[in-house]
Structure formats: structure tokens, C-alpha cells
T-cell receptor, first 115, second 109 residues
């Protein structure tokens, strides 16, 4: 199966700044997603990263706060803007392989702490 | 939207014990996956199982789609099985998954 990596693995940021998270897959995949996992909580989908077009955001998430890029079929970035302590979470990218089984694989996550 | 409920929320076992984790969902699905999140946060796919039964070593899973539930069985548990087990479902919404709240498993030596 494809290998998925994220950078950075963790970061500590100051309130009001932004953090850009990179997600790289070692083969072309059809669909990529970004999830957030707040402390002690389950995963919530932020958006679907569409190749060559704007991301599709879930209810409660907006492009100004979470701009996403996907310039090709192997790479995507998520920026978390204007950080506040409430943004402290693990952010995970995932991809979806349409190949018989619709299995979704996750990156190792980026653990963000906002002071 | 689909609701996903997992039980129990927490489980403490002695090494060697068996356990059953349950996932109920509120609508028909065509995608159901079980994940294990280890203490370092890594999410590992255990099973893709929208219906039927699968086994992988000490783990097995059964989904009864008509009754809208899935079960994950862990036999002869080991300390490395500790972590959070998530059930996630989808229903033709472009690959999107909806996650349950998880079962936190702690296996004691």
C-alpha cells in the first residue's frame, strides 16, 4: 500500500500565527482528506482536498481559517490560520484508494499546541 | 447524518483476556472500517468490513449490515493492544468517514 507522511510531526505555536502542514503520498491517489482530533476526542473531517480546485469543507469549517491546497495527486497542505489555544489538536491527512476495497489510510498526524 | 456509537467507552483487561468491542450505526453504510490509534497517535487500519466476517491473527471483525452493527474481537490480548479503537462508516459521500467516539483499551501485564 502507499506510504503517507506529514510534516511537521509536532509544533508549538504562538497565538495569532499560522501553521502549514504538509502531506505527501508516495503514489497518486484519488482522494485526500484532512481531519482534526481535539484532545481526548474522536476524529472530525475538516475538508476534502480536491486536485486542481478548491477544497470542499464540512459544516463548521471555513476556507479562511483552514486554507487547503492540492497541486497534484500526491501532495496537499493544510494551513491553520490565526491560531488560538482551541486549535490545539492532532491534524491528520488521509487518502482513499478506489481499488476494490474503499480503504482509507492515515498519515502519522501533526500534533499542534498553541500557547 | 449517520450516527456512530461505540461501546464500551473504556475497557481494562489483564493480558491474555479476550474482549468484544461494538459499533452501532444509524443508517445503511457501504463502508465500515476499524482503526487502532496507538499511544503515539498513529491511526492504523485494522479492517475494511462493510459486511461479513474477517480475521487477522488475534483480531477478527463481523459486520451485520442489515442490523447496523459491527463487532471487533480481540483474543489473547497483549499490552501492545492498548490504545483507542475507532469504528468509522461511510455511505457514498465521496469517501468521507464518520467516526465513533472510540473505545479506549488498556491491557495490563
Amino acid at each position: 500500500s502507499a506510504v503517507i507522511s506529514q510534516k511537521p510531526s509536532r509544533d508549538i505555536c504562538q497565538r495569532g500565527t499560522s501553521l502549514t502542514i504538509q502531506c505527501q503520498v508516495d503514489s497518486q491517489v484519488t482522494m485526500m482528506f484532512w481531519y482534526r482530533q481535539q484532545p481526548g476526542q474522536s476524529l472530525t473531517l475538516i475538508a476534502t482536498a480536491n486536485q486542481g480546485s478548491e477544497a470542499t469543507y464540512e459544516s463548521g469549517f471555513v476556507i479562511d481559517k483552514f486554507p487547503i491546497s492540492r497541486p497534484n495527486l500526491t501532495f496537499s497542505t493544510l494551513t491553520v490560520s490565526n491560531l488560538s489555544p482551541e486549535d490545539s489538536s492532532i491534524y491528520l491527512c488521509s487518502f482513499f484508494v478506489l481499488a476494490g476495497t474503499d480503504t482509507q489510510y492515515f498519515g502519522p498526524g501533526t500534533r499542534l499546541t498553541v500557547l | 447524518g449517520i450516527q456512530v456509537e461505540q461501546s464500551p467507552p473504556d475497557l481494562i483487561l489483564q493480558e491474555g483476556a479476550n474482549s468484544t468491542l461494538r459499533c452501532n450505526f444509524s443508517d445503511s453504510v457501504n463502508n465500515l472500517q476499524w482503526f487502532h490509534q496507538n499511544p503515539w497517535g498513529q491511526l492504523i487500519n485494522l479492517f475494511y468490513i462493510p459486511s461479513g466476517t474477517k480475521q487477522n491473527g488475534r483480531l477478527s471483525a463481523t459486520t451485520v449490515a442489515t442490523e447496523r452493527y459491527s463487532l471487533l474481537y480481540i483474543s489473547s490480548s497483549q499490552t501492545t493492544d492498548s490504545g483507542v479503537y475507532f469504528c468509522a462508516v461511510g455511505n457514498n459521500q465521496g469517501g468521507k468517514l464518520i467516526f465513533g467516539q472510540g473505545t479506549e483499551l488498556s491491557v495490563k501485564p
